[in-house]
């Protein structure tokens, strides 16, 4: 036998010899090292490989993993196992040599050419074959493959040594050993007649056969959903670097970042539960359950209504990851609450998740209703409904209430709480999730007992026992556990019955491992259901499958304390593959009746044909290293090998164990494609380990040189490549289009001209790719047959429907893009790219993402995901993937956790790699995008043949030399380092395995190092075309110097240079700014620009630009330090800076010592101003000589400006500085200053007039009119920069040269007019008549008004306004439709919110609305200590605060310029001239807080105990003795007077805090408001200007100067002319403001107003104005009340409410103000409200007479006002038989009442132990309700109506008109308000509701309402019942009303006899008639005898 062998071994020697062609370069040495005894060693462990093993893919590919990793025994995986195969097993196992039954042994296409087919042309050979050339090419080609895979060896011995002693005993090695050469002779002999017969087979033709035996085991992908656990962190810019450098601007990518939807942050879920109705029951007690995720919280419990009213807020705190946050549901349930003894009964339930809510607009849902219905109640409609509020606040988000309308809210179907879309109606519908196989999955079992068992048995082959968990609108279903399998079969489905559509959104499915103490998660995917739906006209119902789910997580080692587990939960991305599952999702709308509760069913399923579905594809996966370089020192002790796998497919370190199930079932089975064991013949995944190198010991590099390795895996998958090609394709197109708008954004910062032809030339890229995209996918559509799933199916229609829409749209947009509407444009064109990436994922997987890991000393240490759809590969361009077939920059990272923070910072390695993934019969195409210069190889020139497998290295021979040059000029805004606030930076920038870095800035965040570097001898492989393509990319990384340890990272930048080659002419490079990121945070930015040089052979240097003479030398090795050359750096400019030193706030102890002698220092490029030296912080810590200058050298173009600095120092004692804190500017536009000439303007004045002329061809101005309390008119005042630049706001800006007067109107009502001026009686009356003829609806009279009567006129015309801005915008998407009053507001409402004058109520701070205040007073945060990313940390690093202000222009100024300073002042003289003082002033402060709502609650109760303190300056003041005690929504109406003085007391804060009985008092939220900014601003922010000039009453004059007073300093302020006053008009310079009518209806009014409008008045419309007053106009404050914001420092950023507010100032050297305004709290009125209720008709009987059967009831009505609490009964009318009832009964209800909110104010203590009362408020709503008394039992509840006393339908006249008709909310039936008509009587019906929901009369009753006021009822008082005073009449009632048993006889009277009088009456006379007879027949014998006797 060993003779056989040695002479096989021989001929195949021979044939090496003979028909191997000589190879290039390094490999022909490679090949000769191999020794004859290793040849043969390995040739034998192949032939034993080459016998059947069970269950692997292929029989060849487990002898491929004996060729491979068995080397030291020659023994392969098939031969240690393969023992046991008979043809048969080979059969089921896919088996080699023992799989004769397959007609190829079961050798998978693979094997075929590889080794099987080496031996069996060995044996063929000495056989003689039929076609001898067949045979020399194909044993060419085999012979080549084979001593591939020795020289794999190499690399793979050392890794697997000693896992192979491990795994194959000694016993095991020898006794395979003894029958290999048997073996090998059958194998060869079976194979070679095979190979003869089958030479050229089809590759199609072997799928077909594997797919044949494999078809329920093969693999089949899906591309990923956006989900946590298959997301990817967005590293596309990670994954390749863009080639395209920008002209000017460069922007780096980031190179590591982590979604931020996986960190954890802050939220709030607040829910308002306002009140419930029409609940399905009667007389009831109900309470709200409010559930949020676990947590719970009650309402109060409401007595005997069905209507409760609650208005009751809660707040749920979050600290968790969003994407964790949003799958958590909310539930409302209503309960009706029981005794302690019975639990609550649940009446309806309303479930949402928390992402549903997030995706409104503004976070929110606004008093909507929420359905109710009943999950155990199918049949059963809706429950009844709740209105709520429910709102999710994230950090840094404003809760913004919507428009409040309180007339549309009781529409409940117009109202329903459901996002827009979801149609009203909600049906029943069944998810159906069938769980079909899964497999792949980890063996290694890593559960807690499964460890235990491994300590103490030392088995380690324990497989895990797998279930699948399905958890769906917060319910959950698992399938069975299946035992010790590492590929389930379950065949099992999970149906949910849920309301369609489900308002949750998300299915999520999980893996997880049955363990007896605490089941382990494997891996979780998520499943959108917005993805696999759609709601559209064309929509489809959700659907998904039969299709896998790959899975994601953590690392297969199955370690106990696996520090990335969370990542199996889905927190994070996944960092390695964790097996897949075989799902399909079903929707079905179901009937009402046939569906079961809502409750998860299991139910077993039928298995599916995989093939139906995807045919078996084998696909390949190539890589090329092309070098490996910044590998971290850390991990290069041990040599590195990189590793590259998809899916479990060239996973070789923890991929499969070699362990095997033991019954052959199993084995037969379970075991799939995914856990195969040893298919290393199927991939070469692994570099060979090789030690690191380094030049500078900074960073390591693989010395690749010039052999580059190759990896390559080989795999079957279903083939759905469709999914990624129509993602790509959409991908191509929305990339496209964002690249585009970026260009556009940028040109239009610039203001370029040219922005509206790019914008159209995009339009136009989109267009003609939409139309490519559409061309292509119904070709593919019509070309592919079945084997999709219905999602696929729906998709592509989807897809195809979306962008021939878009496409379309964008050609619309196209034709509409002018000038003017180019900025709405650009929005429209973003809208259509946010739709395009909301089109790319598929959520059905394709295949799995690409994994590639780098190795050191056999673990794993960092890893780079990268999607397959970026790397697969098709013909069509634009559907192949971004990173297919191109050299791409990779950045490893580290994994899991480690990956964020300060560790993730550091790149572990950069690979330059080759990636190409598509179909093994596509592998010719991998050729062409390989970097070119190589020699190629025997295998890449026979390629496309069949067999023939990608080479192991490529070997170089083309290489190019240049020289790098650095030109590194600045940077700035770093991140701060030291803990001073500043850094030491230097540069270090990194070209492939060379590093240079440039010298130390110390103490600085902008360093100048205006330094060249020169890296010589840069190597680059390739051709010179790739480069000039594709140049290296070269990193630049930051970092502070640190004099103990090491260099700390600040930030990173990917640049390209610019190339020039050795025959290219030179070009002059520009600087260009690039992005430092650190991590995912932006860390700066970097000037530079670099060049990659290649020189001429004899010359050095030729036309470049020759290195500068070096400045100094480095004190290292380092060389002469070179400036950057004067060609490339920036050209220089006479520029002025001028600073205004204003003053310091706020300066923290640095050192523990208080800063009391501040210095500023501003310093740019170099050039230092220093301020004064403040003498005492603590006095006045504003600096004495405010304005500085300096004239300085910049560079011309303001892209290139340095940044400034302000440094604060403390000067100490004995001459030492200390460093306060800094400010960096980076930007220095915004103090930048360009003054316009007088030659510019005279050209845009031409322009502007040609501009008009084509307008408004009659040449007719549009002046529009002056409304003085239209104070929102024209923009911010003439802000930062020249005041008057902006000459004309407003709609004047577009007609500069109409020198026409400005319109004012002044309305202030008839009845102002006769107030100002003496009007005659004709005058007078003729206004009466007129206003009597106006629709004028009914007002309060004037001495009832009061402050708080204009503040909620306030909130109603901001209602009215956003609706008739609503109005507007629904009518501009109309222009067709019918323009109506909008609904909703009463025609007059607005008038008489005219009357009352309205303040404006704003709804953010009054600083957002005037841009902070910062016309030319800035605040600059002064910062020190580290930058640590760290937010809480962060915000502690400010040091106090710099006020002042910074302009920046060019020196000298031009003669004929036209602008003027911010005060109307000559540049020439300086920018701050004309300023106020900054010297001390006081000044008198009124604070006024108004209300607070939505309050965080703070006490357990989930209410708080609100109070005010107020802090400013050292000064506080509190009003705790006045705390409110349980309200969120309190309303405190005080005003806090405080004296101050600036600069020392400029910060005010105002908190409100919570009041604690024990304890001391918590902070609830506070707002702080710089007042200095507000005095000093030009918006005049001190005191509000009114709306019109009064002198009493409630809307009196606040300020103490007059309207007249401020319209002249203002004109004086502002060098003008004036104002001067004529007949109804005033001047002001050259502009003339003239009054005009506002009522078009009646111009003598006009002529009558304009002779008695007096100065004031016209004063007062011209500061309303005052923005359209050239050169100094600027908008002033009106009167306002500001809603403030309040925020807990323990909780940044999260809102705790809000605080309506504003504030006063008054300086105290001028007259002071009046006494301050009265808003203090309306008192709620006294009222009392009688009802009579006279009688009842129809109501339903009862019950049954006891002794006649009669229907009959003994009725009462019972009633209330503010609750059950407060209930009144009338007596009982006893025995109606006819359903009428009398009583003559009134009920009294004493109650007070807010007129202006319509709520009925209760105090009472809500419990014993409650210390004080608690105020609330609630409707008011009368409850009558009609009862059948019952002796023995409880009384029956017939019916009930409910009265809202401010609007209840007119009682009908008499019962017959009195129908359900009444109760109308249809605006047919007329109302009555009760508080105005005071008094009302008639009919009104009693109804329930039926089950159905409609409503059922069951009676009706006559009453009388009478509302008096106390003073009224005292005057008139009148008795409960019938009682005295003012009683009542007796009720006339029947006879029958009386009570049986107190009246026995009146009972037998009234039973008996009314009932049965005749009956009576008849059995009288019978027993009459009878006794007659008796007697009479008794004594007539006798009488008889008598008489004939004679007795």
Not at 355 to 369: D, G, I, L, M, R
Request: aromatic residues 8%.
């Amino acid at each position: 036998m060993t003779d056989a062998n040695n002479k096989l071994v021989k001929i195949l020697i021979s044939f090496e010899a003979r028909y191997i062609p000589p190879p290039g370069g390094g490999r022909e040495g490679r090949r000769r090292r191999h020794s004859g005894a290793r040849v043969e060693e390995d040739v034998f462990g192949g032939i034993e490989g080459g016998e059947g093993s069970p269950g692997g893919e292929g029989g060849g590919i487990e002898g491929g993993r004996g060729l491979d990793r068995r080397r030291g025994s020659g023994d392969g995986a098939g031969g240690v196992e393969g023992r046991r195969g008979g043809p048969e097993r080979g059969r089921r196992g896919g088996g080699g040599g023992g799989g004769a039954a397959l007609d190829r042994g079961g050798g998978g296409p693979f094997w075929d050419g590889d080794v099987s087919s080496d031996f069996q042309e060995g044996g063929g050979y000495g056989s003689g074959l039929e076609d001898d050339k067949q045979m020399l090419l194909d044993v060419e080609q085999n012979i080549a493959n084979l001593e591939r895979n020795i020289s794999m060896q190499e690399k793979h011995s050392g890794m697997m040594r000693g896992r192979k002693s491990k795994e194959n005993s000694p016993e095991m090695q020898k006794k395979s050993r003894g029958f290999a050469g048997m073996k090998a002779v059958r194998s060869l002999v079976r194979l070679g007649r095979q190979r003869s017969r089958s030479a050229g087979a089809d590759d199609d033709e072997r799928c077909g056969l594997k797919d044949a035996d494999h078809n329920d085991v093969h693999a089949r992908d899906l591309s990923r959903p956006p989900s946590a656990c298959s997301t990817i962190s967005d590293n596309e810019s990670t994954c390749s670097v863009s080639t395209n450098v920008k002209a000017k601007r460069h922007k780096s990518e980031t190179v590591n970042s982590t979604p931020a939807e996986l960190k954890a942050q802050d939220f709030q879920v607040c829910i308002t539960i306002i009140e419930a109705r029409q609940l399905a029951g009667l007389n009831m007690d109900p309470v709200v359950c409010v559930q949020v995720g676990d947590q719970k919280k009650y309402t109060s419990v409401k007595e005997s209504t069905n209507c409760p009213y609650y208005n009751e807020y809660f707040v749920f705190d979050f600290h968790m990851a969003p994407a964790m946050l949003f799958d958590k549901i909310i539930t409302l349930t209503v309960l009706q609450c029981r005794n302690i003894l019975r639990s609550n009964k649940v009446l309806g339930s309303f479930k949402l998740d928390v992402a549903t809510v997030w995706s409104q607009p503004e976070h929110q849902f606004y008093h909507k209703w929420a359905l109710l219905t009943d999950p155990d109640d199918i049949t059963g409609g809706p429950k009844g409904y709740l209105k709520c509020d429910i709102c999710v606040v994230g950090k840094g988000d404003a809760i913004k209430a919507p428009l409040r309308n309180d007339k549309d809210e009781d529409d409940i179907e117009g109202n329903l709480l459901l996002p827009d879309g979801v149609p009203a109606e909600r049906q029943r519908a069944k998810f159906i999730v069938r769980i079909y196989r899964a497999d792949g999955l980890p063996k290694i079992n890593s559960s807690i007992m499964a460890n235990v068992k491994k300590a103490f048995t030392g088995d380690s082959k324990d497989l895990i026992d797998p279930y699948l968990q399905v958890s769906f609108a917060g319910l959950s279903g698992r399938t069975s556990v299946k035992k010790n399998t590492a590929s389930p079969t379950w065949n099992e489905q999970i149906v949910f019955t849920e309301m369609f559509p489900p308002l949750c959104q998300r299915v999520k499915i999980q893996l997880r491992d049955n363990d007896a103490v605490n089941d382990t998660v494997i891996g979780t995917h998520f499943l959108d259901l917005t993805t696999i739906s759609n709601d559209g006209d064309k929509g489809f119902l959700p659907t998904f499958g039969p299709a896998y789910v790959y899975m994601y997580g953590s690392t297969r080692d199955g370690s106990v304390m696996d520090e990335n587990s969370a990542l199996n939960a889905g927190l994070g991305e996944g960092i390695a593959y964790r097996g897949r599952v075989l799902i399909s999702v079903r929707c079905q709308i179901t009937d009402q009746l046939d569906v079961a509760p809502s409750e998860v069913e299991v139910e077993n399923t039928l298995p599916i044909q995989e093939s139906n579905y995807g045919k078996m594809e084998e696909f390949l996966m190539f890589a090329s290293v092309q070098e490996a370089t910044m590998i971290d020192r850390k991990v290069c002790d041990k040599p590195l090998s990189f590793e590259l796998s998809l899916g479990n497919a060239g996973n070789s370190l923890d991929g499969c164990s070699t362990t095997r199930p033991s019954s052959e079932e199993e084995s037969d089975g379970e075991s799939g494609p995914e856990s195969v064991v040893g298919e290393a013949s199927m991939w070469h995944s692994t570099t060979p380990p090789m030690k690191p190198m380094t030049n500078d010991k900074v960073y390591y590099f693989l010395p690749f040189w010039d052999d580059k390795p190759c990896l390559y895996i080989r795999a079957f998958f279903q083939d759905h490549r469709r999914r990624l090609y129509n993602s790509n394709a959409i991908a191509r197109i929305a990339t496209k289009l964002e690249e585009g708008l970026s260009e556009v954004s940028g040109l239009m910062e610039e203001e370029d001209g040219s922005a509206e032809r790019r914008l159209k030339e995009v339009l136009e890229e989109m267009v003609s790719g939409c139309g490519q995209y559409l061309s292509i996918a119904r070709a593919s559509s019509a070309a592919s047959t079945g084997g999709r799933t219905k999602l696929d199916k729906e998709r592509m229609r989807l897809c195809q429907r979306e962008i021939d829409h878009l496409g379309s749209a964008a050609r619309h947009t196209k034709a509409l893009v002018t000038r003017h509407s180019l900025r709405d444009r650009y929005k429209t064109a973003h809208s259509y790219l946010s739709k395009l990436r909301g089109l790319v994922e598929d959520p059905q997987h394709s295949l799995p993402d690409v994994f590639l890991w780098m190795i050191s000393g056999g673990k794993r240490v960092a890893y780079q995901r990268i999607p397959t759809r970026h790397l697969i590969y098709s013909p069509v361009d634009l559907e192949r993937g971004k990173s297919c077939g191109v050299t791409q920059t990779l950045f490893l990272k580290l994994p899991g956790r480690k990956s964020s923070g300060p560790g993730g910072w550091a790149i572990q390695a950069k690979l330059q790699i080759y990636l190409w993934l598509g179909m093994m019969k596509h592998k010719k195409h991998f050729l062409p995008g390989i970097p070119k210069g190589y020699e190629m190889p025997y295998e890449l020139r026979n390629i496309e043949r069949t067999m023939t497998l990608p080479p192991i290295t490529l070997h170089y021979t083309q290489k190019q030399i240049f020289q790098l040059r650095a030109h590194m000029y600045q940077a700035r805004s770093l991140i701060a380092s030291d803990n001073s606030g500043l850094s030491d930076p230097f540069a270090r920038v990194i070209i492939g395995e060379h590093c240079r870095e440039t010298q130390v800035i110390d103490e600085t965040l902008s360093p100048t190092w205006d330094e060249m570097l020169v890296l010589d001898d840069i190597l680059v492989y390739g051709t010179k075309e790739e480069m000039k393509a594709q140049p290296p990319l070269i990193v630049v990384e930051i970092f502070d110097q640190d004099k103990v340890g090491k260099s700390e990272f600040i930030g990173r930048a990917l640049a390209r240079p610019h190339i020039k080659l050795r025959e290219e002419a030179y070009e002059r490079p520009h600087l260009e700014w690039h992005d430092l990121f650190r991590g995912t945070d932006h860390a700066g930015e970097l000037l530079a620009t670099f060049e990659l040089l290649q020189f001429q052979d004899g010359e050095e240097e030729g036309d470049v630009i020759a290195v500068p003479q070096a400045k100094e030398c480095h004190g290292g090795d380092s060389g002469p330090l070179m400036p950057v050359p004067r060609g490339i750096r920036p050209t220089l400019a006479k520029y002025r800076l001028e600073v205004l030193f204003w003053g310091l706030r706020d300066l923290k102890r640095i050192h523990l010592l208080t800063v009391d002698r501040p210095r500023v220092d501003v310093e740019v490029a170099g050039h230092i101003i220093q301020s004064a030296v403040i003498t005492s912080a603590r006095r006045n810590p504003n600096f004495t000589n405010p304005v500085k200058y300096i004239d300085l050298e910049l560079p011309e173009q303001e892209l290139y400006c340095p940044p400034i600095t302000i440094r604060v120092v403390d000067c100490r004692s004995f001459g030492r500085f200390t460093l306060v804190g800094t400010h960096i500017i980076s930007n220095l536009h915004r103090y930048t200053w360009t003054p316009t000439t007088r030659r510019e303007k005279e050209a845009a004045r031409n322009a502007s007039l040609v501009q008009l002329q084509g307008d408004d061809p009659n040449g007719v101005g549009n002046n529009n009119a002056l409304v003085p309390n239209n104070v929102h008119g024209g923009g911010g005042g003439g802000g930062g920069g020249g005041g008057g630049s902006v000459a004309y706001r407003g709609n004047h800006e577009r007609i500069p040269l109409l020198q026409k007067d400005t319109i004012i109107t002044i309305d202030y009502g008839s009845g102002a007019v006769s107030k100002l001026v003496g009007v005659t009686k004709k005058e007078k009356a003729e206004a009466n008549r007129r206003r009597k003829q106006s629709l004028d609806i009914e007002e309060e009279e004037e001495e009832n008004r009061d402050w708080w009567t204009k503040y909620f006129a306030s909130l109603e015309a901001v209602a009215i306004q956003q609706q008739e801005s609503r109005g507007a915008r629904e009518r501009a998407d109309n222009p067709d439709g019918e323009q109506t009053q909008p609904a909703g507001t009463p025609f007059g409402s607005t008038r008489r919110v005219a009357a009352t004058r309205p303040t404006d109520v704003i709804p953010g701070d009054l600083e957002t609305e005037f841009n902070g205040f910062r016309e030319w007073l800035h605040t600059f945060e002064l910062y020190r200590g580290k930058k640590t990313g760290d937010e809480l940390e962060d915000e502690n690093r400010v040091v106090g605060k710099f006020k002042g202000s910074l302009k920046l222009y060019r020196w000298p100024l031009p003669k004929d310029i036209e602008d003027t300073t911010i005060t109307g002042g000559d540049p020439q003289y300086g920018f701050f001239q004309g300023l106020p003082s900054n010297d001390p002033i006081h000044v008198l402060v009124r604070v006024y807080v108004v209300r607070a709502c939505d309050l965080h609650p703070m006490d357990l109760n989930g209410k708080a105990d609100p109070y005010i303190l107020i802090y400013l300056g050292g000064k506080k003041v509190s009003d705790k003795e006045n705390y409110i005690s349980k309200q969120l929504n309190p309303v405190f109406g005080k005003c806090f007077e405080i004296e101050a003085t600036f600069p020392q007391d400029s910060m005010l804060t105002v908190q409100v805090l919570d009041w604690d009985l024990v304890g001391s008092d918590d902070m609830i939220g506070e707002t702080k408001i710089d007042l200095e900014n507000r005095f000093y601003s030009r918006h005049r922010a001190t005191c509000g200007l009114a709306s019109r000039y009064e002198t009493t009453g409630y809307n009196q004059w606040r300020d103490p100067m007059k309207p007249t007073q401020i319209l002249a300093r203002l004109c004086k302020e502002g060098r003008l002319d004036g104002p001067h006053y004529g007949p109804g008009k005033v001047r002001i310079g050259p502009k003339t403001f003239t009054l005009q009518a506002d009522d078009e209806h009646d111009p003598g009014r006009f002529r009558m107003i304009g002779m008695i409008a007096s100065e004031e008045q016209l004063a007062l419309a011209v500061l309303h104005r005052w923005e359209e007053v050239p050169k100094v106009g600027c908008r002033l404050v009106p009167e306002h009340i500001e809603t403030r914001p309040l925020y807990n420092p323990d909780k940044p950023g999260i809102e705790q409410g809000k605080i309506e507010m504003w504030v006063d100032m008054f300086p105290m050297d001028m007259p002071l103000p009046g006494p301050p305004l009265d808003a203090t709290p309306r008192k709620p009125k006294s009222y009392e409200l009688r009802v009579i209720i006279w009688n009842t008709d129809d109501v339903v009987l009862e019950d049954d007479a006891f002794f006649t059967g009669e229907k009959m009831s003994d009725i009462y009505v019972k009633g209330w006002l503010k609750g059950p609490e407060d209930t009144q009964c009338t007596d009982i009318h006893y025995r109606s038989l006819t359903g009428e009832g009398n009583f003559n009964w009134r009920f009294v209800y004493p109650f007070e009442y807010l007129v202006a909110e319509e709520k009925i104010v209760i105090s009472r203590k809500e419990s014993l132990f409650s210390w004080d009362e608690t105020e609330c408020k609630i409707p008011a709503r009368l409850e009558l309700q009609v009862w059948d008394a019952d002796h023995f039992s409880a009384d029956d509840f017939l019916g009930a109506i409910t009265l809202d006393l401010n609007r209840f339908p007119r009682g009908a006249k008499n019962s017959k008109l009195c129908t359900l008709d009444m109760l109308k909310t249809d605006g047919s039936v007329p109302m009555v308000n009760i508080f105005k008509q005071r008094r009302v009587k008639g009919w009104w019906p009693f109804y329930i509701k039926k089950e159905n929901e409609e409503m059922e009369l069951t009676g009706k009753v006559e009453a009388e309402i009478h509302l008096l006021t106390k003073d009224e009822a005292e005057k008139n008082p009148a008795g409960l019942g019938r009682n005295e005073p003012d009683p009542l009449e007796k009720p006339n009632r029947p006879d029958a009303s009386f009570m049986w048993f107190l009246n026995p006889l009146k009972s037998i009277r009234y039973i008996i006899w009314h009932n049965y009088k005749w009956a009576i009456i008849k059995i009288l006379v019978f027993f009459a008639l009878t006794i007659f007879f008796v007697l009479f027949f008794y004594s007539v014998p006798g009488f008889t005898v008598k008489k004939i006797l004679g007795a």
